[in-house]
């Protein structure tokens, strides 16, 4: 009897495992699998790297795997478009949404030479945020499939103990654009030069030196919120210029870009002062961004106009201090023109101009993945030459520095924090405050809305709001064409009306 009852338990427990086998089987979750992006001249195909990935992935275990081929296949058979350029979450969420998959994995390889560098994200459908990303470059020798091995075990919050010490992270891809650096730098500066020159009035009159500006607050148009972005998020960039825009506003941020990019914006302000400004950006190396740009701003009727050029640099630390994350620092060389009374008449017209140079310093931070903290030290020194035709006169003008400090939050995918407080230096600058959110929805459309202030009951507040659409536009001209857009309301009603237009263009 004992016999027959432990026979019967066992044959229950097989049955039981049995059951419990097929249940998890039949629970594995679907997984679709990008081909990676390739650079760099590797010698194997998209298609061989592709199912390395899918390899290690099945390794894993608990997936069910559909690589882009199948999934191409899937969506003709519905009778649906298949992306040709998808690389960031709300994308592959929606392939794999329409596909009813759970996860999905996308990325990139790049052979350099003598390292292969290779970044993976694991992105969750439903929610559409990124579960885990992994970049990581191996030692020289290592090869492309160790690589991906030990980046899908990450991937997954696996170790693998023999191979995890010949990795360290990686910085995105290697160059060397030095020529174009060289090129736009040498032909931003020597713009600016042949402008100041031919648009500087000649005087014969006293020189007097007044030393600082008297007032302790800058009066240069740089102190202009421009581009619609930043200006939306309440005039905060310092944390966060790393893309175009970030030219006018912290020079260190260009050594975190991405690739090539351009910016044009235009500004209404007030009803009498138009705004135009450019600016080019892109990588020179792995560790070195430049940008070069351009601001004019003037008044309708000609009275008044000011000119800046700007050529910029910044270098990224990757490997300065083996346990923090990188830091950069960078410099923006600046050449200013003014001109005052060019549409003036009568005799108490006054007319002038000046011509000067400033520099710009800052440096920013990576606290981690989701936290990044920028400084700026402004016009240390910016000294301008004023040549006053009325008083016949000549004198030299330094700025003042002014100190910005800030900070950025990468909450999710969806929500991008941002604040930055002005430090006065000066006891007649005031402690201004700002901050900004921007929220993602229907992937292509991000919403803003920011709001600064300077110390003191009588200065106004500025609450900005604003939107952006980001659309993909590879097959077309580049990677992205993003339209921005802004609008000001400031509680004294005398200086409303606040409006920036600007679109960026990656190529």
């Known amino acids: 009897m004992k ?43 998209v298609k061989e790297i592709a199912g390395m990935i899918r390899e290690n992935v099945a390794a894993v275990g608990g997936y069910d795997i559909l690589s882009q081929e199948t999934m191409q296949k899937a969506f003709a058979e519905l009778k649906l478009r298949f992306p040709k350029y998808c690389r960031e979450p709300r994308c592959v969420s929606a392939v794999g949404s329409a596909l009813q998959l759970d996860r999905m994995i996308y990325g990139s390889i790049e052979k350099g030479e003598k390292t292969y560098g290779v970044s993976l994200v694991l992105v969750d459908v439903a929610s559409k945020q990124i579960v885990e990303n992994v970049s990581i470059e191996g030692d020289p020798g290592i090869g492309i499939a160790d690589v991906i091995k030990v980046a899908v075990s990450r991937l997954h919050g696996h170790v693998d ?13 290697q160059m060397k654009n030095y020529r174009q650096f060289y090129i736009s730098a040498g032909a931003c500066l020597a713009a600016g030069l042949l402008w100041g020159v031919l648009n500087t009035d000649r005087v014969d009159g006293e020189r007097v030196d007044y ?58 302000r007030f009803g009498m002062l138009d705004n135009f400004a450019a600016s080019f950006v892109n990588k020179a190396t792995r560790e070195i961004g430049f940008g070069q740009g351009f601001l004019y701003t003037g008044d309708r009727d000609n009275l008044y106009s000011e000119v800046t050029f700007i050529s910029s640099a910044s270098y990224r630390f990757i490997n300065w201090i083996p346990f923090m994350r990188p830091i950069s620092v960078g410099a923006s060389v600046k050449l200013l023109s003014k001109k005052t009374g060019a549409g003036s008449v009568g005799e108490d017209a006054q007319k002038g101009s000046g011509f000067g140079f400033g520099l710009d310093i800052g440096t920013q931070l990576e606290l981690s993945e989701k936290i990044r903290g920028g400084i700026l030290f402004k016009n240390l020194p910016t000294i ?9 006169a000549e004198y030299t003008e330094k700025e003042p520095v002014e100190f910005l400090m800030g900070g950025t939050f990468q909450a999710n995918y969806e929500t991008f924090l941002i604040c930055e407080g002005h430090i006065p230096l000066y006891k007649e ?65 005398t200086f409303s009306h606040v409006m920036n237009f600007s679109f960026r263009f990656g190529f």
């Open 3 to 45: 016999i027959l009852l432990r026979t019967a338990a066992v044959i229950v427990l097989c049955m039981g495992s049995a059951i419990l086998a097929q249940d998890v089987e039949g629970q594995k979750s679907r997984i679709g699998i990008f081909d990676p992006e390739m650079s760099g001249g590797e010698n194997k195909s």
């Open 161 to 173: 103990t023999d191979l995890d010490t010949t990795m360290h992270t990686y910085y995105g891809k």
């Open 211 to 268: 030393g600082y500006n008297l007032s302790g607050v800058g009066t240069g148009s740089d102190l202009i919120p421009l581009f619609a972005r930043p200006a939306a998020l309440g005039n905060c960039y310092v944390a966060a210029s790393d893309d175009a825009y970030g030219v006018f506003y912290n020079p260190a941020g260009l050594s975190w870009v991405s690739a090539a990019e351009a910016s044009f914006g235009y500004q209404y």
């Open 384 to 392: 301008i030459k004023y040549n006053n035709v009325s008083r016949n």
């Open 429 to 493: 600058q005031p402690w201004k405050g700002a901050c900004g959110v921007e929220r993602v929805i229907f992937r292509i459309l991000r919403l803003r809305i920011g709001v600064e202030k300077a110390e003191g009951f009588d200065t106004p507040w500025k609450i900005n709001g604003g939107l952006g659409i980001n659309i993909p536009t590879e097959s077309l001209w580049g990677k992205y064409f993003v339209f921005d857009g802004s609008y000001e309301y400031n509680t004294l009603v």
